[in-house]
């Protein structure tokens, strides 16, 4: 069975800056079948990449996925405001898992 | 516009049941496979059980395996999940999500419901 770590915990930055969050596989992610989702408090997650690196429909450019096998990373080129948030990796290539999660908070 | 309502959430006691519902908007519901994610109180995100678009299709995360249930009705462009056997560990948000392939199945869930919250407490 695949675990999915996640890292950092929490992730602390400015408004403007970059953000690399960090997905783990402890096996190979067959075909690249990693998704990325953005949780905001008392809402439901959002899809924001699938595919390792596809953009979900509607999702800015700052918003990139990369990576393959068991390392994947999600980035932010520049935050904004409404990017504070948790961020989730889930990986699909097996019974769906979703990892524990990387808080990106205000610095 | 993609909506998905789920209702059917409250407390209930160790050992009850409950029926939740999501109802569909926005889409052809019966083209859809669909799913049921859960969210436990400040924790992260569980896979529950998946649906194809015609029910053939049927699978279950081994936490719940033979205490809940997942069906549809197309003809009403709604999905239901009747939990059975209910412990304190199924306390939880439950989203339904739409998998955005249509014939078959991603995994991968690309619209969420704003959730209903599953309390199981005596």
């Known amino acids: 069975e695949i675990v999915l770590t996640q890292s950092p915990g929490t992730l602390s930055l400015s408004p403007g800056e970059r953000a690399t969050l960090s997905c783990r596989a402890s096996?190979?992610?067959?075909?690249?079948?990693l998704a990325w989702y953005q949780q905001k408090p008392g809402q439901a997650p959002r899809l924001l990449i699938y595919?390792?690196?596809s953009r979900a429909t509607g999702i800015p450019d700052r918003f990139s996925g990369s990576g393959s096998g068991t390392d994947f990373t999600l980035t932010i080129s520049r935050l904004e405001p409404e990017d504070f948030a948790v961020y989730y990796c889930?990986?699909?290539?097996?019974?769906?898992?979703f990892g524990p999660g990387t808080k990106v908070d205000i610095k | 516009e993609v909506q998905l309502v789920e209702s059917g959430g409250g407390l209930v006691k160790p050992g009850g049941s409950l029926r939740l519902s999501c109802a569909a908007s926005?889409?052809?519901?019966?083209?859809?496979?669909m799913n049921w994610v859960r969210q436990a109180p400040g924790k992260g995100l569980e896979w529950v059980s998946s649906?194809?678009?015609?029910?053939?299709?049927?699978y279950y995360a081994d936490s719940v395996k033979g205490r809940f249930t997942i069906s549809r009705d197309n003809a009403k462009n709604s999905l239901y999940l009747q939990m059975n056997s209910l412990r304190a560990e199924d306390t939880a948000v439950y989203y339904c999500?739409?998998?955005?392939?249509?014939?078959?199945?991603?995994?991968?869930?690309?619209?969420w419901g704003q959730g209903t919250l599953v309390t199981v407490s005596s």
């Open positions: 926005g889409f052809t519901f019966s083209s859809y496979s």
């Open positions: 649906i194809s678009s015609s029910s053939s299709y049927i």
């Open positions: 999500a739409r998998d955005p392939l249509g014939t078959s199945s991603s995994w991968y869930y690309d619209y």
């Open positions: 889930q990986q699909y290539g097996s019974s769906p898992l």
């Open positions: 595919g390792a690196s």
């Open positions: 096996q190979s992610v067959s075909s690249s079948y």
